[in-house]
């Protein structure tokens, strides 16, 4: 049994070994919190995307897709709200320097043993984690990043990065709603990138500067809004365990108390996960009431209420807001699905051997052509079906070199869910040997029913 420290380890060198995720700028020594999806990395992202879009966008009638810039109005970020509260409240070491989130080192001394709860906590009462020195008062720092539009750099000009996807879907909520025709209750999705000043990031990709989130605004009528929470959190709950196939008991559904939710925010739940640096959020599901909305409509001036054609009474929508980090989902997949045990190595000691038990659909390679021998035109075989996969739209990878072992452990390594080995009986009978990753079964089937098999098994 590997301790979730090793196995962090083992995962963050597993993905830069097999492409999944290299620190970014590696040239120049890396760039803090900065991280580049490398070939294997973008597909698992993008499948896990494509598998979200085709759920709740295509796969129901009650929600439809937009995609709004990253810059927008700055009045956008005054009615939110982001400008005056989207802080993170910090403090520095006197001593060393360091700077640390005030909030978790309230959390984390809470947290140790023997801690009295009765007892109020403050800052003071917390040395420096690193070095025991004195920590200063706790400062609030806004997270937002700042730039500026135009060729002035002055106030008039200036512009932020959005730190959530969300205000594009209440911006365009009246456009939407009137061009598409729609009806109360109704959402918008939207995946895209948003970015965030975070000044204590770590953790691999679960806290980056820039990251990407996959967020549905779904509006409802005032009475509405308690259904429409119970069944989003609901369908939170089926793509969580059956999509993404992470054990229950990894997670923790947290009803948010009151006084911990934002103001406005009639329930909270967060969907936490147990990652190897313990549990955290992973997403989060919140009744926002109609406070967006009316921030909006007082800000812009504009009427974004919505006509009941069965009442002609104007309301205000309330929201309910599913919210997934995309970043976040691929760590927790990771975690989730590698599989790390013994392995015995030739010189009779043990190394660890791993294997990404990703579902299939997710699999960045959905499989793999491996020619027993090069010579003998098992190559060339080997070649014509790689090609014959890759037209029918599935990644393949076709690899020649190294022992068969050596190569199974790669795709093992990387998650392919099948390999199709090309021997000398395929000569003979036109068939191939299919290994199975996970029950590890080898049967031999026709060359040409190669491609229907796996399409059969994604479906
Ligand atoms: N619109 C609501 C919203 O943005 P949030 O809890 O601040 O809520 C939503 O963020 C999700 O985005 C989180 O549950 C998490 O999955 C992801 N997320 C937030 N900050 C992140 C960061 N710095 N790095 C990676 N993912 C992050």
């Given at each position: 049994m590997i301790s979730p420290e090793k196995k962090m380890d083992l995962l963050v060198s597993l993905c830069k070994r097999r492409g999944f995720v290299y620190p970014d700028s590696d040239i120049y020594g890396g760039f803090a919190n900065a991280f580049d999806y490398g070939p294997n990395g973008i597909e698992l992202k993008n499948n896990i995307r494509d598998a979200w879009w085709k759920r709740f966008v295509h796969g129901r009638e009650d929600v439809v897709g937009i995609d709004t810039p990253?810059?927008?109005?700055p009045k956008v970020w005054e009615a939110s709200g982001h400008l005056a509260t989207f802080s993170d409240p910090l403090v520095d070491c006197k001593k060393c320097k360091r700077r640390f989130r005030a909030d978790h080192l309230l959390e984390a001394k809470q947290a140790?043993?023997?801690?009295?709860?009765?007892v109020p906590l403050h800052?003071?009462?917390?040395?420096?984690?690193?070095?025991?020195g004195e920590l200063t008062d706790i400062k609030n720092f806004n997270l937002m990043f700042k730039t500026f539009v135009g060729v002035t750099e002055d106030s008039a000009n200036v512009a932020y990065l959005r730190p959530e996807t969300a205000a594009g879907m209440f911006t365009a909520w009246k456009n939407v709603r009137d061009t598409m025709?729609?009806?109360?209750?109704f959402g918008i999705a939207q995946v895209g990138k948003a970015f965030r000043n975070e000044i204590?990031?770590?953790?691999f990709i679960f806290r980056t500067r820039e990251f990407e989130q996959m967020e549905i605004e779904y509006f409802v009528k005032p009475d509405d809004s308690e259904r429409a929470f119970d069944m989003w959190l609901n369908e939170m709950k089926i793509w969580v365990?059956?999509?993404?196939?992470?054990?229950?008991?990894?997670l923790v559904y947290k009803e948010i108390s009151e006084s911990d939710?934002?103001?406005?925010?009639k329930r909270t739940v967060d969907i936490e996960y147990q990652y190897p640096f313990g549990q955290k959020e992973l997403y989060g599901l919140a009744n926002r009431t109609d406070y967006d909305l009316s921030r909006h409509q007082e800000f812009s001036g504009e009427d974004l209420r919505w006509l009941?054609?069965?009442?002609?009474t104007k309301i205000l929508p309330h929201v309910v807001e599913p919210t997934w980090g995309l970043s976040r989902t691929v760590l927790a997949v990771l975690v989730e699905h590698l599989d790390v045990d013994e392995a015995d190595t030739s010189e009779g000691e043990t190394e660890p051997r791993m294997v990404l038990r990703l579902p299939p659909r997710l699999s960045p390679v959905k499989a793999a052509v491996l020619p027993?021998?090069?010579?003998?035109?098992l190559a060339d075989i080997g070649r014509e079906l790689a090609s014959k996969i890759r037209a029918a739209g599935l990644v393949v990878e076709y690899d020649e070199s190294g022992s068969i072992g050596k190569r199974y452990r790669r795709q093992d390594e990387i998650g392919t869910p099948w390999c199709f080995t090309v021997d000398y009986d395929t000569k003979e009978n036109n068939t191939v040997t299919v290994r199975d990753r996970d029950a590890m079964t080898q049967e031999r089937i026709k060359i040409d029913e190669v491609v229907a098999f796996i399409q059969s098994r994604l479906n």
């Amino acid at each position: 049994m590997i301790s979730p420290e090793k196995k962090m380890d083992l995962l963050v060198s597993l993905c830069k070994r097999r492409g999944f995720v290299y620190p970014d700028s590696d040239i120049y020594g890396g760039f803090a919190n900065a991280f580049d999806y490398g070939p294997n990395g973008i597909e698992l992202k993008n499948n896990i995307r494509d598998a979200w879009w085709k759920r709740f966008v295509h796969g129901r009638e009650d929600v439809v897709g937009i995609d709004t810039p990253i810059i927008q109005h700055p009045k956008v970020w005054e009615a939110s709200g982001h400008l005056a509260t989207f802080s993170d409240p910090l403090v520095d070491c006197k001593k060393c320097k360091r700077r640390f989130r005030a909030d978790h080192l309230l959390e984390a001394k809470q947290a140790e043993p023997g801690y009295n709860k009765e007892v109020p906590l403050h800052i003071k009462d917390v040395d420096c984690p690193e070095c025991g020195g004195e920590l200063t008062d706790i400062k609030n720092f806004n997270l937002m990043f700042k730039t500026f539009v135009g060729v002035t750099e002055d106030s008039a000009n200036v512009a932020y990065l959005r730190p959530e996807t969300a205000a594009g879907m209440f911006t365009a909520w009246k456009n939407v709603r009137d061009t598409m025709r729609k009806k109360l209750p109704f959402g918008i999705a939207q995946v895209g990138k948003a970015f965030r000043n975070e000044i204590t990031p770590g953790n691999f990709i679960f806290r980056t500067r820039e990251f990407e989130q996959m967020e549905i605004e779904y509006f409802v009528k005032p009475d509405d809004s308690e259904r429409a929470f119970d069944m989003w959190l609901n369908e939170m709950k089926i793509w969580v365990e059956d999509v993404l196939k992470i054990n229950p008991k990894n997670l923790v559904y947290k009803e948010i108390s009151e006084s911990d939710r934002a103001f406005y925010s009639k329930r909270t739940v967060d969907i936490e996960y147990q990652y190897p640096f313990g549990q955290k959020e992973l997403y989060g599901l919140a009744n926002r009431t109609d406070y967006d909305l009316s921030r909006h409509q007082e800000f812009s001036g504009e009427d974004l209420r919505w006509l009941d054609p069965e009442t002609n009474t104007k309301i205000l929508p309330h929201v309910v807001e599913p919210t997934w980090g995309l970043s976040r989902t691929v760590l927790a997949v990771l975690v989730e699905h590698l599989d790390v045990d013994e392995a015995d190595t030739s010189e009779g000691e043990t190394e660890p051997r791993m294997v990404l038990r990703l579902p299939p659909r997710l699999s960045p390679v959905k499989a793999a052509v491996l020619p027993l021998q090069k010579k003998d035109g098992l190559a060339d075989i080997g070649r014509e079906l790689a090609s014959k996969i890759r037209a029918a739209g599935l990644v393949v990878e076709y690899d020649e070199s190294g022992s068969i072992g050596k190569r199974y452990r790669r795709q093992d390594e990387i998650g392919t869910p099948w390999c199709f080995t090309v021997d000398y009986d395929t000569k003979e009978n036109n068939t191939v040997t299919v290994r199975d990753r996970d029950a590890m079964t080898q049967e031999r089937i026709k060359i040409d029913e190669v491609v229907a098999f796996i399409q059969s098994r994604l479906n």
